[in-house]
């Protein structure tokens, strides 16, 4: 309990040493020497029945100079309060006031002694193994002359201690932000008032619960302007049990307390700094800093101590902060927080913060180490842990151990909570940043809240590692009170320096079981300087997930990149981007993304997701390599304002889903190269479109179009390479490479390698999409331009694949509109190709003109292990408006099989000759079909078909044809058979053909009939695996079927045979 001033001073003594009796002043000084007490060895102890001091009084204390401890008891019963000052005029002696009844130090209240000072509600002090000075008792039988061991307690009933102030501190005394340290902060915080001793002395409070407050400020004093010893300590220990607390190397031991007591700090100051820098201890069980100060600056060469701090909670708030700075070569001490419990920051300019050097003084100092361990970490509403250094001293570690939760969050509406560690001395010699640890079961940053680590001279950005057990959540918008939602959370590593030696940029690293970014969350790793930018790994034991808009309609991003400052010394690289986790999931228009904006290479991408990788949903408009974008993504690239290389995206997965017009994109808007994309996976599926009508893709880009670098021609697209078990492309999807010329020259666009265990699916188009684009699913290698002769050249084409299935307007194509040739298609499966309504295209676009022709159609290879079959207008074709046309090559170990469908090519204007048709199977069929190889002035291409039978409908055409040059040739070759080699003998009565033929025709379509084949000298295959090879060794089977209308012509062609179609076997 505080006590008014209104009490009556006394100084009694009790009847240890004598008769009891007050001790009157003189004046206003109360002399108590030797002859008060009594002396053993180099102790002088002395025993009061009551001991109060008024204000403007002073108790003296004083005897030889042998003395070394002044050792005081209180044993009247009740509290002592102290207005006045406690002196001693003997040089070097410590005092200890004892008094278990409770201790109040009011607002004047001051020290004049040159030792320390120990103030405790002990019950005893305990002075050897055997021997004690009592505190509530006359006994003397505990005077010795060896130093104390301990203060004892006898139970947990424990008196208070208590401090108070003039004034409280005022919040605008502690409100700066330390980036103005050119203030003498020591100076401006000064040490007036403060109940205070100097040099290495201690002030150490041993009680129950403590409270300072009202303006107190309980202080070490330098002795000298630079002492040759560091200083002493402040320690403040709360004990709530029964317990001894012992002396240990001029600090005090409470390893064997078992419970502890409170202890408040509001509005007051503890202060060590000074040419010298001290330590602070504080054990209690429920510690608060309220709008006080705890500061530990070092101004000398020597390093500073430390400050401890422990307790079942902590809690600092209401600007109340621990401020320890190195202004010299000295290190700052470092801080040391631990909790049972729960440690909480609260409030604004609340936190803790540590400095190195002044900006332009290039001092050597270190800041301080802070550790911080407890269940719970909380930093609330503007909180704020910031290591910084500004000279050529490094920023030392920040390490957050906890048990459960780590928890940065805000309600305020001027600032938001963060954790900071960097170096920031602008551009010249800087220390190095530490790196901030953090460990719990579960992290949450929201409402805005960041954790930044970055270097703005030649030091080392810091590193940031995370380690989650559970979760680690960021989420929610800070809301600004003027200007509304602003940016979600963020975990932030940079380097910004202006100078050719800029530090590079340190490294972000989590590990959790699961990672989820909300609310326009986003990780960051940029490079603004030649310093390197920092690398970003996030490895998940379950799913990492990127969701949701900012208050500024921005959505979730992953990022490194190279930043463009118009910095003369350029930008170094920066640095990769790796993700792993059993499923990852990007959505709401959330990117994964590496870019350069400046000279150096964007990062490269590395994202492996055991399970599934799901890219959906769609945000804000963005420009992107040319292209407005406003679905989710996976992007590396180089932007119009860089020179240096795009990145490369390595993607691992058992599944992968892009939708919804999401898309994985390598391009170069600069003379960079675009890097490749690499994608392993068992099924990928690519479907659905965008609100703007972009379909799914994944890409790779040269795009030629607002260049800030006066360069002629942009780099080369990369190459996609993508090995997969099935790959299906659905509502207009495209996995394409595109070199685009829109102003100047645009570099060769990337080739495509797709390589399957299973099948290719491609189906259906997107009728909303933009034409220049394509509003089919497939697979595109396009050069294209609008300003003719610019465009760089076509990329290749392979596909490897069990099978390969398109329907509905499905298209493979490479194309291209200018000088440079479409690339070329190899397409090869192990077993069938069946294209419906679909096209296989290599095209030159380039429109006519008599000074000059387009590139040339690329050729097309392709292989099947089985059946090729076109139905229903599919095509396989080259076409060139102004050039040669392109080859087509086809072999298949089975049927090639037209219906209604084409093998083609063109040349429509100029003198190209026709491309070249190279076929190839054991079968091919023809119902309405055409292969054609025709040129315009050009003489037709060659066709060549090599198959061991032909089966072609009357209306179905072969031909090589030139409007103005001459014909190309058709070879048609079929193996030589001997005439009786496979015929099959059958007996004279075996089978009365009139009634088979009867049967049939009498039949009405559509119903079943049983139907026999029987070959001339070879098998002819059916148009579908339902027909049958018979041989002269095979046995004649039975069958019941369906019969089709598409077989009607070639009943009429084959009329001396008995053809028949099966789809169920019989034995």
């Known amino acids: 309990m505080v006590t008014t001033q209104s009490i009556k001073g006394e100084i009694i003594t009790d009847s240890s040493f004598g008769k009891s009796q007050p001790i009157v002043p003189e004046g206003n000084v109360y002399h108590i020497d030797d002859s008060h007490g009594r002396q053993w060895g180099q102790n002088l102890f002395h025993s009061f029945e009551s001991f109060n001091i008024e204000a403007g009084k002073t108790a003296n204390f004083s005897g030889p100079a042998t003395v070394q401890r002044i050792i005081s008891r209180v044993t009247g019963g009740n509290e002592s309060q102290i207005y006045g000052t406690i002196q001693s005029s003997i040089a070097g002696a410590d005092i200890f006031l004892l008094n278990p009844k409770g201790i109040l130090f009011g607002k004047s209240a001051r020290l004049d002694i040159d030792g320390s000072l120990y103030v405790s509600t002990a019950d005893y002090l305990q002075m050897t193994e055997s021997k004690q000075y009592v505190s509530l008792s006359t006994d003397i039988s505990g005077l010795v002359s060896t130093p104390p061991q301990s203060f004892g307690f006898i139970d947990s009933n424990i008196a208070s201690i208590t401090f108070t102030g003039e004034n409280d501190i005022l919040q605008e005394d502690v409100k700066y932000r330390l980036t103005d340290l050119k203030k003498d902060i020591g100076n401006e915080m000064s040490q007036d008032n403060a109940f205070s001793v100097k040099g290495n002395n201690h002030i150490c409070i041993i009680g129950g619960e403590i409270k300072i407050q009202q303006g107190a400020v ?40 078992s419970a502890f007591d409170n202890i408040l700090i509001k509005n007051s100051k503890l202060n060590v700094g000074g040419q010298t820098t001290g330590g602070i201890t504080i054990v209690g069980k429920k510690i608060i800093l309220d709008n006080s100060v705890c500061y530990l600056n070092n101004y000398g060469t020597l390093n500073g101590k430390r400050i401890d701090i422990m307790g079942d909670n902590i809690t600092i708030k209401n600007k109340a902060k621990i401020v320890s700075h190195a202004y010299s070569s000295g290190d700052a001490v470092s801080i040391k927080l631990m ?74 509406y001027r600032f938001t909570s963060s954790i900071t560690i960097d170096t920031y001395r602008k551009n010249a010699t800087s220390g190095d940043a530490g790196t901030l640890y953090l460990s719990a079961k579960n992290i949450e940053l929201s409402d805005g809240s960041s954790i930044l680590a970055s270097t703005r001279g030649t030091g080392k950005g810091g590193n ?102 118009r910095n003369s010394n350029g930008s170094a690289n920066a640095g990769y981007l790796e993700m792993e986790a059993n499923n990852i999931y990007i959505r709401d228009g959330a990117w994964i993304n590496t870019q350069t904006e400046a000279k150096g290479n964007a990062g490269n991408i590395k994202i492996t997701a055991h399970n599934k990788l799901e890219i959906s949903g769609e945000g804000p408009e963005k420009k992107w390599i040319g292209k407005t974008r406003l679905a989710s993504a996976v992007v590396s690239g180089s932007t119009n304002k860089s020179t240096g290389h795009g990145g490369q995206i390595d993607i691992h997965a058992n599944e992968i889903l892009l939708s919804g017009g999401a898309f994985i994109q390598t391009g170069t808007q600069s003379p960079g190269n675009a890097g490749e994309v690499n994608i392993i996976a068992n099924t990928i599926t690519l479907m659905g479109s965008s609100s703007k009508n972009r379909s799914s893709q994944i890409e790779s880009n040269s795009y030629a179009k607002d260049l800030v670098y006066d360069v002629n021609i942009t780099g080369t697209g990369g190459k996609i390479t993508i090995n997969a078990k099935n790959i299906n492309l659905l509502d207009g999807a495209q996995i394409s490479s595109s070199s685009m010329a829109e102003e100047k020259a645009s570099g060769k666009a990337g080739d495509i390698d797709i390589r399957l265990e299973d099948t290719l699916r491609i189906s259906g188009q997107n009728l909303e999409a933009e034409e220049i684009v394509g509003r089919s699913s497939g697979i595109y290698a396009r050069s294209r331009q609008n300003i003719q002769a610019v465009a760089g050249e076509a ?79 599919a095509r396989i074709t080259t076409n060139a408006i102004s050039s040669g046309g392109g080859r087509i090559n086809i072999h298949t170990q089975k ?35 055409i292969i054609s190889a025709n040129a315009d002035a050009g003489d037709g291409g060659a066709i060549f078909i090599h198959t061991r039978n032909l089966i072609q409908s009357t209306d179905s055409r072969i031909e090589a044809t030139s409007k103005r040059g001459n014909d190309g040739t058709v070879e048609i070759e079929t193996p030589d058979i001997e005439e009786n080699e496979n015929i099959l003998n059958l007996s004279g009565n075996f089978l009365h053909t009139m009634d088979v033929v009867k049967t049939l025709c009498d039949m009405e379509k559509g119903k079943d009939a049983i139907q026999l084949v ?31 209308d598409q077989f009607d012509h070639i009943a009429n062609d084959f009329s001396d045979d008995a053809l028949y179609q099966s789809e169920n076997r019989l034995p």
């Open 218 to 257: 309980i202080a070490i004093e330098d002795e000298t302007s630079q002492s040759s010893e560091t200083k002493g300590n402040i320690q403040l220990i709360s004990t709530k049990s029964k317990s001894n607390i012992y002396f240990q190397d001029n600090e005090l031991d409470y390893s064997q307390v």
């Open 339 to 412: 909790a049972h419990s729960d440690v909480q920051f609260e409030v604004y300019y609340s936190g803790i913060w540590t400095y190195s050097g002044i900006e332009d003084v290039g001092l050597k100092g270190q800041t301080s180490s802070i550790s911080i361990s407890a269940e719970n970490v909380y930093l609330l509403d503007g909180a704020e842990i910031l290591n910084r250094t500004f000279g050529e001293g490094h920023s030392r570690d920040i390490s957050i151990d906890v048990r459960e939760r780590i928890e940065l969050s805000n309600d305020n």
């Open 464 to 565: 940031i590692n995370i380690k989650a057990e559970e979760n680690l959540h960021l989420h929610g918008t800070w809301i600004d009170n003027d200007d509304g939602p602003q940016e979600g959370s963020k975990i932030f590593v940079r380097t910004y320096g202006n100078t050719k030696d800029s530090g590079d940029s340190g490294s972000v690293s989590i590990k959790a079981k699961n990672i989820l970014l909300e609310d326009g969350a986003s990780i960051y790793a940029q490079t603004y300087s030649s310093g390197k930018g920092g690398n970003l790994s996030l490895i998940a034991d379950e799913n990492i997930t990127l969701q949701g808009k900012d208050g500024r309609n921005n959505p979730s991003v992953i990022n490194t990149s190279c930043v463009n400052r």
């Open 795 to 873: 990329g290749k084409i392979k596909i490897y694949a069990g099978s390969i299935v398109m329907d509905n307007h499905a298209l493979v194509s490479t194309s291209s509109n200018g000088l440079e040739n479409a690339g070329d298609i190899e397409i090869q499966t192990r077993h069938s190709i069946l294209l419906t309504a679909s096209r296989i295209a290599s095209e030159s676009l380039m429109p006519f003109d008599n000074n000059q022709n387009g590139g040339e159609a690329g050729i097309i290879s392709i292989h099947a292990g089985t059946d090729i079959q076109l139905f229903q207008s």
């Open 895 to 929: 049927a090639l099989t037209l219906i209604n469908s084409d093998i083609t090519t063109n040349v429509f204007k100029g003198e190209g000759n026709g491309g070249d048709i190279n076929i190839r199977s054991e079968l091919t069929i023809m119902n309405h079909g």
């Open 1014 to 1044: 029987v070959n001339k000298p070879y098998a002819i295959p059916s148009l579908s695996s339902g027909w049958y090879h018979l041989s002269a060794n095979e046995s004649i089977r039975l069958a019941i079927s369906n019969i089709s």
